[in-house]
Nanobody, 124 residues
C-alpha cells in the first residue's frame, strides 16, 4: 500500500506561483508513475501532469495542454516527493489538486493510489 500526502496549496493572485508537494510513504518505488490531477467545483477530475520512467531509467513528463509552459512536474526520489511548480496562475486553475501514483503505463491513469487533495485558489 502507498500513502500520498499533498501540501502547498493556498490562495494566490493571478499571475502568481505556487509549488505543490506530494510525499509518498509505504511501498513506494522510483519506477512508479506519479501524476497530478485537479477538480474544480461542478467539474470532473482532470489530468494536469505526470512524470514517468522508461525501462532505461530516464524520466519524462506529460502535461495537459492547458498548463503546458506554465507548470512543471519534478520528483526527488531520495525524499519520495513529487512537485508541481505552477507559474503564471490563472483563475481557471482554481481547483482541488490531487496527487496520484502507481505502477502504470499510461500517464493519464487510472492510478491506484491517491492523496486527499490540496486546495488552490487563484484570485483575479
Amino acid at each position: 500500500q502507498v500513502q500520498l500526502v499533498e501540501s502547498g496549496g493556498g490562495l494566490v493572485q493571478a499571475g502568481g506561483s505556487l509549488r505543490l508537494s506530494c510525499v509518498a510513504s509505504g511501498r513506494t518505488s522510483s519506477s512508479y508513475t506519479m501524476g497530478w490531477f485537479r477538480q474544480a467545483p461542478g467539474k470532473e477530475r482532470e489530468f494536469v501532469a505526470a512524470i514517468w520512467r522508461d525501462v532505461g531509467g530516464a524520466y519524462y513528463a506529460d502535461y495537459a495542454d492547458s498548463v503546458k509552459g506554465r507548470f512543471a512536474i519534478s520528483r526527488d526520489n531520495a525524499k519520495n516527493t513529487v512537485y508541481l511548480q505552477m507559474n503564471s496562475l490563472k483563475p481557471e486553475d482554481t481547483a482541488v489538486y490531487y496527487c496520484g501514483g502507481g505502477a502504470l503505463q499510461a500517464t493519464r491513469g487510472p492510478y491506484p493510489y491517491w492523496g486527499q487533495g490540496t486546495q488552490v485558489t487563484v484570485s483575479s
